[in-house]
């Protein structure tokens, strides 16, 4: 058995979906980055309790040796489209860091794109391969909240997502 985790929620809320641990109207990151009170005069404070988190759940895989069977860990599930990007691409980067620490570097690690995919598909975004390696872009369309949308063919799925919009936002 292998197992990639999944950090599905966040602190005030990475996205405002009920998976998120928040169910509200407005879909927002807005609670994940309040600014009201910064870390280090950069980080939102649930940015930073994020990767404290991060730090203690991959520090006890690592206790518990079980880095050989979680060989994979997502940084943050979902983050919604008005993150700060400068905000989470530093996060991004430190939660690597993090979880490499204490899992290897090797395990595989998967950052949202914030469904907007073209942001991390620029050319510029993890060209380091030291730093990058087995490193993978979780991008997430759905496809299955309308009428249309369900009955679409697997072939209509799949040319939806090869034609999804370049422009950030939610198609």
Known sequence: LKVWANMHTAPGSQNGFDNSGHQS???????????????????????????QIL???????????????VT????????????NLTVY????????????????DDVGIFVGDMFWAPQFNDGK????PQKYHNTYL???YYTVFTNDERHMTP??????VCEAPTEKGLS
């Not at 072939?155 to 939806?160: L, R």
């Open 155 to 160: 072939q209509d799925h799949i040319q939806h």
């Open 25 to 51: 109207t407005n879909k927002t990151c807005e609670g994940w980055m309040d600014n009201t009170t910064l870390v280090d005069d950069f980080y939102p404070s649930n940015v930073y309790k994020s990767l």
């Open 125 to 128: 975004f993890g060209l380091d």
């Open 89 to 104: 691409k530093q996060f991004i980067d430190d939660g690597i860091d993090i979880v490499r620490k204490h899992m290897g």
């Open 72 to 83: 994979g860990f997502g940084l943050l599930n979902e983050p919604y489209t008005n993150c």
């Open 138 to 140: 979780d991008s997430h």
């Open 55 to 69: 730090d203690h759940v991959t520090s006890k895989i690592e206790q518990d040796q079980l880095t050989d069977v």
